[in-house]
């Protein structure tokens, strides 16, 4: 029974999309995962311990994606989840149907990322349209991306 052949399907390079950290530990500013969610903590309280033993920790984030505001109360004691999150800058080269298409520093393209709503993505696209070189802020968590900021390229840098 030892020689059996096992078959590990992975999408990622091992690393997995959250890992725990107790509640007294997260930090404002921090991420944290509320229902789901990879959030990052805006405000965060802590209440004083009860007559059973426990200070519980009230967190306010705000969804990295969505923009939603989520709110949980947890004890200070417990461990609560923290998304891995990546952020990487990519060479804007197009846009194309809403999606943008980016090219990391080793050449490799990336299609996949939509222009981002509102402002952000308006003043993407009309900067893009008069020619400037763009470096988009891709944010990586729990198998979402979204770009969520870009500038203008340093001059002479590609």
Do not use: W
């Amino acid at each position: 029974m030892a020689d059996e052949d096992h078959t590990f399907e992975t999408a990622s390079s091992g690393a997995s999309l959250t890992f725990p950290m107790q509640c007294s530990a997260l930090r404002k500013n921090g991420h944290v995962v509320i229902k789901g969610r990879p959030c990052k903590i805006v405000d965060m309280s802590t209440s004083k311990t009860g007559k059973h033993g426990h200070a519980k920790v009230h967190l306010v984030a705000i969804d990295i994606f969505t923009g939603k505001k989520l709110e949980d109360l947890s004890p200070s004691t417990h461990n609560m989840e923290v998304p891995n999150v990546q952020r990487t800058e990519l060479q804007l080269i197009n846009i194309d149907d809403d999606f943008l298409s980016l090219m990391d520093n080793d050449g490799n393209t990336k299609d996949d990322v939509k222009i981002p709503e509102g402002e952000l993505g308006e003043k993407l696209q009309s900067d893009f349209d008069d020619g400037k070189d763009l470096l988009v802020t891709i944010l990586t968590a729990m198998g979402e991306e979204a770009a969520i900021s870009y500038k203008e390229a340093p001059k002479g840098a590609f």
